[in-house]
């Protein structure tokens, strides 16, 4: 399942208390609550340091620049990220929590859910909630397991390379085969697979010159390549960095994964980030970050 937008969770974010006024005397309800968030404009309330107000503040820009103002582009990533905003400006639990039943009845809210469970600051303080959509998503996804994809409708309704698309698709599955297993599976048997995985994209890009994106493998399998640099070294990340803003600006992929890479990127260089995607890592200066953006073409 695809994760179209950047997840912010995943930075800078500390535990927090969720209580606090009604955000700016903003009378969020689930029916309007899209609608109001365009409106809304964070203030410091007490006990927010500077540092959880500014990444506050940078969520919800963020977020609001993702929609294009339209209440009609929310999407699962966009409500997790309100949580994540609301609960770290201390706005009230019945703000923040109309965001998270929106995020949870989203498309897509099964991968959230699962992912991030255990990094999710908010969770004690809707426990109950969360596991009770937690367990639906088990149920759901448990009766689809009899609806398997089939790989080669794909390949012939999208007129792809056989043989191209079924390597993919096994270059994702190992990439993904240990990252959710306990640390001592995964620090022991995926380095293997992503190495691997590395010698395989480079040879792919020397075959086709160019990303493994949406042309070549379709809309299912267009992050692969993206994923295996995102999870490699330094040096790989800035070999292809170019080829990635290339993809994203000829629409091969979306600008998420750019943002991605340019934050770990920073992270190993700089040990600061841009776009906030890395947990616990700080977040450059303005200065910095608009030099960046301008530098690639990306909000």
């Given at each position: 399942?695809?994760?179209n937008?950047?997840?912010?969770?995943?930075?800078?974010?500390i535990?927090?208390?969720?209580?606090?006024?009604e955000?700016?005397?903003?009378?969020?309800?689930?029916?309007?609550?899209?609608?109001?968030?365009?409106?809304?404009?964070?203030?410091?309330?007490?006990?927010v340091?500077?540092?959880?107000?500014?990444?506050?503040?940078?969520?919800?820009?963020e977020?609001?620049?993702?929609?294009?103002?339209?209440?009609?582009?929310?999407?699962?990533?966009?409500?997790?990220?309100?949580?994540?905003?609301f609960?770290?400006?201390k706005?009230?639990?019945?703000?923040?929590?109309?965001a998270?039943?929106?995020?949870?009845?989203?498309?897509?809210?099964?991968?959230?859910?699962?992912?991030?469970?255990?990094?999710?600051?908010?969770?004690?303080?809707?426990?109950?909630?969360?596991?009770?959509y937690?367990?639906?998503?088990?149920?759901?996804?448990?009766?689809?397991d009899?609806?398997?994809?089939?790989?080669?409708?794909?390949?012939?309704?999208?007129k792809?390379?056989?043989?191209?698309?079924?390597?993919?698709?096994?270059?994702?599955l190992?990439?993904?085969?240990?990252r959710?297993?306990?640390?001592?599976?995964?620090?022991?048997?995926q380095?293997?697979?992503?190495?691997?995985?590395e010698?395989?994209?480079?040879?792919?890009?020397?075959?086709?010159?160019?990303?493994?994106?949406?042309?070549?493998?379709?809309?299912r399998f267009?992050?692969?390549?993206?994923?295996?640099?995102?999870?490699?070294?330094?040096?790989?990340?800035?070999?292809?960095?170019?080829?990635?803003?290339?993809?994203?600006?000829?629409?091969?992929?979306?600008?998420?994964?750019?943002?991605?890479?340019?934050?770990?990127?920073?992270?190993?260089?700089?040990?600061?980030?841009?776009?906030?995607?890395?947990?616990?890592?700080?977040?450059?200066?303005?200065?910095?970050?608009?030099?960046?953006?301008?530098?690639?073409g990306?909000?």
């Amino acid at each position: 399942m695809k994760m179209n937008r950047i997840v912010i969770l995943l930075t800078l974010f500390i535990s927090l208390n969720c209580y606090g006024q009604e955000t700016n005397e903003i009378k969020f309800t689930y029916e309007n609550f899209e609608k109001e968030f365009l409106k809304y404009l964070p203030t410091q309330k007490e006990g927010v340091s500077d540092k959880s107000f500014s990444f506050g503040q940078m969520v919800v820009s963020e977020t609001k620049k993702q929609v294009e103002n339209n209440i009609s582009k929310f999407n699962v990533a966009d409500y997790w990220n309100i949580v994540t905003a609301f609960y770290s400006l201390k706005e009230s639990k019945d703000v923040w929590s109309i965001a998270f039943k929106k995020m949870a009845e989203s498309d897509g809210s099964c991968e959230y859910l699962k992912s991030f469970k255990d990094r999710a600051r908010f969770y004690e303080d809707i426990k109950e909630l969360y596991d009770e959509y937690l367990i639906k998503c088990t149920q759901n996804l448990a009766n689809s397991d009899n609806v398997k994809f089939d790989l080669d409708k794909y390949i012939d309704k999208n007129k792809l390379n056989n043989g191209l698309v079924k390597l993919i698709q096994k270059i994702k599955l190992d990439d993904q085969k240990y990252r959710k297993a306990d640390e001592k599976i995964f620090k022991l048997k995926q380095p293997e697979l992503d190495k691997k995985n590395e010698i395989l994209i480079d040879s792919l890009y020397s075959k086709y010159k160019t990303y493994i994106g949406k042309s070549l493998v379709g809309e299912r399998f267009n992050s692969v390549m993206w994923a295996v640099i995102q999870h490699s070294n330094l040096e790989m990340m800035e070999k292809f960095l170019p080829i990635i803003h290339k993809a994203v600006e000829s629409k091969e992929l979306n600008n998420t994964t750019l943002k991605m890479l340019l934050d770990r990127v920073y992270w190993l260089k700089y040990n600061y980030q841009i776009f906030g995607s890395q947990q616990g890592i700080d977040i450059a200066d303005e200065k910095i970050r608009q030099q960046v953006i301008k530098k690639y073409g990306i909000e």
